[in-house]
């Protein structure tokens, strides 16, 4: 990031005021107890049916629109200080460019559960840690480059599985799930872990005991097994897969390779799972926009990424970041102590983003062509902490829907969601049901 | 759908049961039966499709007078309501939603290349015989293929390229299989991709393997004097008049001498049925006579398969008793002898005369069936020959000079009851890995084609799109197998499948996966297999109006009722060579290995023939 950007970025940043303590509580009980009731990084099947049901998400928004409304800027200090939330594109940036210096990602609930099942991922590093395994994924998951090296076998790992896929007459997320847990096994496996269902499960159940807000232990057996196959794995990578390009990336002895491999498995499996099938959801619920897609077919172009990035941007599986300070600094006219916790509410940023027209909309065009950064968009993050995978995301993404679209048709039968209209604030991805009918 | 109270019931209890045990590891041989009962009826809730496009027009024409009381050559009008219904042509459906039917292409089609599949899976390094078992239960089971289901030869022009290794030493690089013939003019099955193929053979269990599929063929094959068929003064078969060294018969592709015994044997039983319902009727034609020795006829080949054939290969008291109860009902043949039936159960009085009813679809045979049938590995490569009378052996061959237009040149050398008892005493191969019969994989068919039939047997799913082994017993809601030690107990096949899928135990294809797994007690053939086998054994005979309504003495005649319900397998071998009996003395199914006539096994008296019989029969349950 250059100077000139972050001058700019500061001179952008608007006030922080304080709120109220009622304010304060009101925001913890409907913005951040839901977030982690939830599952911070994996959606709980029953929390989600019950948080949609009652609409948390749309309290959540009530009472953060009730405090912008109120003090307006970019965001409001918390329970005396102790907690900042920012909804302002300007101190937004201000922190997201300067995570893992000033506003470090490895603090608070997620950093704790995260730290149980993978303590050295780049995602709760800081300092030099962060900075060599920063580069490390860059490079294994070509975030800077066009095209991922090996996407062409990407591609056919996609094209495979779901030629394999068999479905009908209906469509579960179960089996959804199934088609991302064998992508995801062969792109960064290789093909002959295919069957290896003990390795991702292993995750769910760390990634799900990480997440128990009381009463995350020690290393279990299960975090030692993980390892240890990845390990094993690691030891002999198969041509083609994210494995084999790890011995030319840059790595040091603080790198812990295989402390990167897991966030690579439950952002591919998990998270660009259900942004997909939410995204495929929003297609068949709108048949001018699906008619539009399918003239992209078989490929899948910019307007398909388009409805993906909508998709995720509308409902948020990370539903706020967190930063804490490293020193006591300003933000805003206002002090912020070292420690205190930075959010931001995706779930808020992404539906009531002032100055942006219809943001409880699909307009996937919003992402075509070459637009802005708008960093209160944050479904795949900004500014130094952006997301490394995000480009191997949207092409992995984009080609399932392709494939999905060119073999189907796919009617959505639950839940009905408003073609071209207002999307509702929550979207159980467990519950979406399609009746398919092959092509 | 509406499911019967009981059927559920079955079904939640045993469902959670079999997540644990599966039902042949139940401990009474009556929970055994009870599961296998909830197990079919959920199958026939869930495993029963129409072609989605199949026209449901109401019936325009009257059913012709004969149709009441006989069977039609091309199989309609079996169902009065819905003439069509499994007749020659029609359609072969599925055992699973036609909407997640999805045929391979390349290169999922030859992933692996179903070649390497048969030489490095297949390929036969030593002979391994299904000890309880005759060599006619193997002859039997492509007899009643060729009764139920043939997709043609396919065309020459049409052909897939199946990748082979440089070192292979099949002739042609790649090697060409013939496209399966698609029926012309419609997908059928409503979705864009899956292909209907049609049956050259009637769907019905109604002998067109004797009788053929159309009244030309069946002009060629009748004497038209007392109903009776046609055969030599010597008592065998003519030749067939187009093809040189086979037999003329309603099917006759891929015979051999084996085929050619049954085919003797039924033909002779048709005639004998014949001069039985002209001593009764002196009055009736040879129409009325040919019809009805056929409807006889026919029936006693479903039966025998019933209550002989499977028992035999399936050999578990709980199947012994669940294939009577198909066929008599639960209270047994004695019981519905002295009472007739009692109401329309078929549980208490067996399907046979029940009432016809077709369940969620109407009756075709299914790809899932067909898949199932593919059981080459019972076929040996080394064939010994006995004489009948002294056990003499005379001589050794290779299947391939007991095939094609070698087979009546073959035959000459020996009387029948020669070739029939060496069926008899010889056991076949068992069905598993590493068993495929040698001659099979280098088979070159009466037209010329060469073809490795292990290839075409994996292949043939991949193509009609009969899911791979996983996939298929998920629809069959059976428990997936996770790693290639769950598929298969032994160590080394385990790795060996490994290699070749590399390690992806989801593409195992379901030959390789029906060959590999642990067989049940008793069992010839796989459990996978046999989801399909009870769903449709028990099908084709309730959908059947002449095995159900109109299986009735005012049909059949009493005396063509009871030939069907007491003549047994060895009843038709002594009936036509009585000069077998030593060997069947005391047997209680004729599919187990027979007696040996030679030195060391003479001297025993009848009592201990049947001992001996007996002996056999338990040695087959606990094998």
């Known amino acids: ?439 | 759908m509406s499911r019967s109270p009981v059927a559920r019931a079955l079904e939640t209890a045993f469902a959670r049961i079999n997540k644990k045990r599966q039902w042949y590891e139940m401990p009474t041989v009556s929970l055994k039966a009870l599961n296998l009962l909830s197990l079919r009826l959920d199958l026939r809730d869930k495993n029963l499709f129409d072609s989605p496009n199949r026209e449901q027009k109401p019936r325009t024409e009257d059913p012709p007078p004969e149709a009441l009381r006989a069977r039609r050559p091309d199989g309609r009008w079996n169902d009065l309501e819905d003439p069509d219904m499994g007749s020659v042509g029609r359609e072969f459906t599925h055992n699973i939603d036609p909407k997640r039917i999805k045929p391979e292409k390349p290169p999922r089609l030859h992933t692996p290349s179903a070649r390497k599949v048969s030489l490095e899976l297949m390929t036969r390094d030593t002979f391994k015989p299904a000890t309880t078992l005759n060599a006619l239960a193997a002859a039997w089971i492509q007899f009643e293929n060729h009764n139920w289901f043939f997709h043609g030869r396919g065309k020459p022009e049409e052909v897939m390229d199946v990748p082979i290794e440089d070192s292979d030493d099949w002739p042609e690089h790649p090697m060409h299989v013939r496209r399966s013939v698609a029926i012309p003019g419609g997908n059928g099955n409503g979705n864009g991709r899956a292909v209907d193929y049609g049956n050259t053979e009637t769907h019905w269990w109604d002998g067109s393997q004797l009788y053929g599929t159309s009244v030309e063929q069946q002009k060629q094959l009748r004497t038209f004097e007392d109903g009776k068929l046609k055969i030599g003064a010597n008592g065998r078969l003519l030749e067939d008049p187009d093809e040189a060294g086979i037999d003329m018969a309603g099917f006759n592709e891929n015979w051999w001498f084996g085929l050619s015994c049954l085919h003797t044997l039924f033909t002779k039983e048709h005639n004998a049925i014949c001069d039985r319902l002209r001593r009764e009727n002196p009055r009736w034609d040879d129409q009325r006579l040919f019809d009805t020795a056929w409807l006889i006829n026919s029936a006693l080949m479903a039966k025998i398969h019933t209550v002989e054939w499977t028992p035999g290969i399936v050999n578990t008291p709980a199947l012994w008793f669940a294939m009577n109860v198909n066929w008599s009902g639960g209270l047994g043949q004695h019981i519905k002898d002295r009472f007739g039936r009692l109401g329309d159960s078929e549980i208490l009085s067996g399907i046979m005369g029940s009432p016809q009813e077709h369940g969620e679809a109407g009756f075709q045979l299914t790809e899932e069936f067909v898949s199932v049938y593919r059981m080459h590995p019972l076929i040996r490569d080394d064939w010994e020959f006995f004489r009948h009378d002294s056990g003499e052996r005379v001589e050794e061959r290779f299947f391939d000079d007991l095939q094609g237009s070698n087979t009546r040149g073959f035959m000459q050398n020996y009387e029948i009851p020669d070739l029939i008892y060496t069926l008899g005493v010889l056991n076949p191969g068992q069905i598993t890995l590493h068993n495929y019969p040698r001659a099979l994989q280098h088979h070159r068919r009466i037209d010329g084609e060469l073809m490795d039939l292990a290839t075409l047997d994996v292949l043939r799913d991949r193509e009609r799109g009969v899911p791979r082994y996983n996939d298929f017993r998920e629809e069959m809601r059976m428990p997936r197998v996770r790693s290639f030690d769950e598929l298969t107990d032994n160590k080394q096949w385990a790795e060996q499948i490994r290699r070749v899928y590399d390690n992806d135990i989801d593409s195992v294809d379901l030959q390789v996966g029906m060959y590999a797994e642990p067989l049940p007690p008793g069992f010839g053939f796989s459990d996978t297999a046999f989801r399909v086998f009870i769903l449709m054994a028990s099908r084709r005979l309730k959908s059947d109006r002449f095995f159900t309504t109109d299986f009735t003495p005012e049909v059949y005649t009493q005396a063509g009722i009871d030939w069907v319900n007491h003549t047994k397998m060895k009843d038709v071998i002594i009936r036509h060579y009585p000069e077998l009996e030593p060997s069947l003395e005391g047997m209680p199914n004729a599919f187990l290995p027979w007696h040996r006539v030679d030195a060391a096994h003479d001297g025993k008296g009848p009592m201990g023939k049947r001992f001996e019989g007996m002996k056999k029969a338990l040695e087959a349950i606990n094998a």
């Open chain 1, 1 to 439: 990031m250059s100077t000139a950007t972050e001058a700019r970025s500061e001179a952008a940043v608007g006030r922080l005021h304080d709120a109220s303590l009622g304010e304060s509580l009101k925001f913890v009980a409907t913005g951040l107890l839901p977030s982690l009731a939830r599952g911070l990084f994996k959606p709980r099947r029953g929390a989600m049916k019950r948080l949609t049901a009652l609409d948390m998400d749309t309290r959540a928004i009530r009472a953060l629109s009730e405090i912008r409304d109120k003090h307006g800027g970019d965001g409001a200090r918390l329970l005396g200080g102790r907690l900042a939330v920012l909804w302002g594109a300007g101190a937004i940036r201000e922190v997201l460019d300067n995570s893992a210096t000033d506003y470090a990602s490895d603090g608070g609930a997620k950093a704790k559960g995260m730290c149980h099942f993978q303590p050295d991922a780049l995602t709760v590093s800081r300092g030099a840690d962060w900075r060599d395994r920063r580069a490390f994924n860059e490079s294994v998951l070509a975030y800077s480059e066009r095209v991922h090296p090996l996407a062409d076998r990407f591609l056919s790992v996609v094209e495979d599985e779901v030629a394999r896929l068999r479905i009908g007459p209906v469509l579960e997320w179960d089996a959804f799930e199934g088609l991302w847990d064998h992508i995801t096994l062969r792109v960064v496996f290789g093909d002959h872990a295919r069957g290896d269902q003990e390795l991702t499960g292993l995750l769910a159940k760390l990634m799900n005991q990480g997440q128990r807000l009381v009463g995350v232990g020690e290393p279990t057996d299960d975090y030692y097994e993980l390892y240890g196959k990845i390990e094993r794995y690691l030891a002999d990578p198969q041509e083609g897969s994210l494995l084999s390009l790890v011995r030319e990336a840059p790595q040091s002895d603080r790198t812990r390779v295989a402390h990167q491999v897991p966030h690579w498995m439950f952002a591919m499996r998990d998270t660009l799972g259900a942004n997909a099938y939410r995204a495929l959801a929003v297609i068949a619920a709108d048949p001018s926009l699906c008619a539009r897609v399918r003239e992209e077919l078989p490929e899948g172009g910019e307007l398909l990424e388009g409805v993906l990035h909508e998709a995720m941007r509308l409902w948020p599986t990370t539903p706020l970041l967190a930063r804490e300070t490293t020193r006591d600094l300003e933000l805003g006219g206002a002090r912020l102590a070292e420690g205190t916790q930075v959010m931001m509410l995706n779930v808020f940023n992404h539906r009531r983003p002032e100055g942006i027209d219809d943001a409880d909309r699909v307009v996937p065009e919003r992402w075509m062509g070459d637009n802005p950064t708008e960093y209160r968009f944050n479904h795949l993050s900004n500014g130094t902490q952006d997301c490394p995978g995000g480009p191997l995301v949207l092409l992995l993404g984009r080609a399932v829907l392709a494939r999905m679209l060119s073999e189907w048709s796919f009617k959505l039968v639950e839940p009905s969601l408003p073609a071209g209209g207002d999307q509702p604030t929550m979207l159980d991805f467990f519950a979406i049901r399609f009746e398919v009918e092959p092509r």
